[in-house]
């Protein structure tokens, strides 16, 4: 009997022994593995996909190119592992090859159609403009494999503007903005009689005035004035130059860091709705009649309680716009896991022009104010 058991002891005792050899050799090479890797990896251990991605622009857009020395999206975003590049000659090793449409809807810029794409590489069309403004896309049927655009279906959304939550604790700004000297402002660069917002503000100036300014009027703002010169406004016409799906531009994010409630001419009610604060902004679309909408205008600028609800907003919200082209770049590694193993756009013509409203997620809860 203990001489049995002494046996099955040290079976036991060198079984463990070399368990514990076995163990102790895993941990070694586990400990050298994570010492060459930044803590970040360790963090997005559940990452399967833990190396470098390499986003190629093959050209900059709007011909205004941007440095792009260093680790940029870590440095500016704290976006680990993407490398933004825009060297043709690392096209064999680019993960994704973005081309911005408007140079190639000009006839600028050309998809390089005779270079043999690597397996794996995705090809990106980008685009920040309204379908009523991205030409004939017939032509790309088949080429693109994801979508960069201001849509919130598309692969990598990229608004124009949008709200972060405020810090708790943060320092408190003045939330009402006082010093108003105009009911009405507008700025507009690109008039014309065909566009929807002429004749809303054509109907509205004969009822309340509006002050127009920019390059139509010919008092262009600089860059500098824009804000103040909005912020002497109590309303801030943000009309779009066309109606369509998801298409909110600068003008409504421009309208609440000055301190003036955007009137929006753009897509319905709901869109609004779930990007922006309910009670923060006026909808065209809210009215019967343009007349109607100047005399509530008329009215909410000499009702002080009311029309300083519009602001509450800010004590939760802050508005981040998008400006860098960069950070847009940097975003797709963020999603590059991700995205679908293989998708191609068969009818890139027919997504762009698809103007029919999608379900989408509610950012705000509805507090029934419309
Ligand atoms: C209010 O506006 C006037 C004239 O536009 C300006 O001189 C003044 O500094 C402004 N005050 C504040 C508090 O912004
Ligand atoms: C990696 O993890 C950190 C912290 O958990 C997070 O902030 C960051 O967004 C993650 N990055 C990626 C690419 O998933
Ligand atoms: C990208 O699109 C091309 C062209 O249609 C296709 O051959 C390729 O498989 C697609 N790649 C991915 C990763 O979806």
Redesign the pocket.
Known sequence: MTVLGTKKTCLLLSFLCVLLLCLFNIWLRGFQVLTTIKPFDILNSSSSNNRNVTILLWYWPNNKPMSLEGDVCWDLYRIPRCKLVNQHFLFPSADVVVFHNRELMEGSQKLPLDLP?P?????AWMSFESPAHTGHLQQYA????MTISYRRDADITVPYGELLPKEAGGHLEEDVPLNKSTLVCWVVSNFHNYHKRTAVYKELNAVVPVKVYGKWPGSALSNEALLPTISQCYFYLAFENSIAKDYITEKLWNAYQSGAVPVVLGPPISDYKDVAPPNSFIHVDQFASVRVLGKFLQELAEDKKTYNEYFSWKQQWKVKMFSDWREGLCKICVQYNSL?????YSDLQAWDKDNTYKASIVFFPNTGFF
Not at 142 to 145: L, P, Q, R, S
Request: hydrophobic residues 25%; proline residues 7%; without cysteine.
């Open positions: 794409r397996q794996g590489q995705r090809w088949n080429i693109f494999n679908p193993q293989h998708k191609v």
